[in-house]
């Protein structure tokens, strides 16, 4: 069996112990989600700072949607190719794109992709899913 520390890169801190970058990184993640809720403001430098500020404005403009799971793989089955399942879904924007494209076949390959995503899901007692 394969020790973790071999898995992951280490470094050593001023004081020569191990940390593991991983770990490290999720720290720092913690760190700054815990700043956030605080109010302070958000000082985060370089690539990874943009990264994670364009990550935090997604996760709070990302909605929840409810559908039924039957109707939404029918229209993804006979109208995936061209969106129908996004604009059932309630996403009007996705849906646009997909028909914008639908001649280049991309969107039958994300419709392959959103197949894949919805299919394990599990419909509640109405028959609802939440994605």
């Given at each position: ?24 990184a999720e720290l720092d993640y913690e760190a700054q989600a815990a700043r956030i809720s605080a ?93």
């Amino acid at each position: 069996m394969v020790q973790k520390e071999k898995l992951a890169p280490v470094m050593e801190d001023l004081g020569g112990e191990k940390i593991q970058a991983q770990r490290l990184a999720e720290l720092d993640y913690e760190a700054q989600a815990a700043r956030i809720s605080a109010g302070a403001e958000d000082k985060t430098y370089g690539i990874w700072g943009n990264i994670w500020r364009f990550l935090q404005r997604r996760e709070k403009r990302k909605g929840s949607y409810r559908f039924t799971k039957k109707t939404y793989l029918l229209l993804m089955l006979l109208t995936g190719w061209m969106g129908g399942h996004r604009y059932y879904q309630g996403r009007w924007k996705l849906g646009l794109l997909y028909t914008a494209f639908c001649w280049t076949g991309i969107p039958l390959a994300l419709c392959i992709t959103d197949f894949m995503e919805v299919m394990p899901l599990k419909a509640d007692e109405n028959g609802l899913v939440l994605l």
